[in-house]
């Protein structure tokens, strides 16, 4: 049973992206949930608001489906829970699985949060070769919540995919605000 490794209080993920290391990728992908309350959806998920949630309306586990279009790497996730604000809704225990689809589906991480308040960052690398694993789906399972709760809270989640080196030369990261605007071309 992996450990989360969790950020200092208010710290927050998009610190890493500034460093020009990572990029968050969540919205290239297909968002999908196993339910949900009226009005606390994907939406509310991906909002960058902490303070809005995705709650599940019905028996666990209650699932979280991140489908790409194509193969992508991905080196990390970031969830946000908050104990304080959310009580039992708070998950304690999530699995985390990647596939190219819904029927081959392996777990490859499983983590146990004890009251989180914060940003918790799971490594995606392969254990082997402490490469980014390389999928087309990945899937986060809430299987309990702390104490026993039936629905869940979750206030964000992040995916990250490592920034690859120019295959012409090293350049120097631009990572002030002004340069990050226009570090990629759509």
Known sequence: MATPSKTPPGADPKQLERTGTVREIG???????SSCKPGFGVDQLRDDNLETYWQSDGSQPHLVNIQFRRRTTVKMLCIYADYKSDESYTPSKISVRVGNNFHNLQE??????????????????????????????????VLANHQNGRDTHMRQIKVYTPV?????????????????????IR
């Open 27 to 33: 919205s290239q992908a297909v968002w999908s949930l």
């Open 108 to 141: 490859i991480r499983q983590l146990e949060m004890v009251e989180p308040s914060g940003w918790i960052h799971i490594s995606l690398v392969n254990q082997r070769t402490n490469e980014p694993i390389s999928t087309f789906m990945i899937q986060i399972a």
């Open 164 to 184: 690859e080196e120019s295959s012409i030369g090293k350049f120097p990261r631009c990572t002030t605000v002004d340069f990050m605007m226009y570090r990629t």
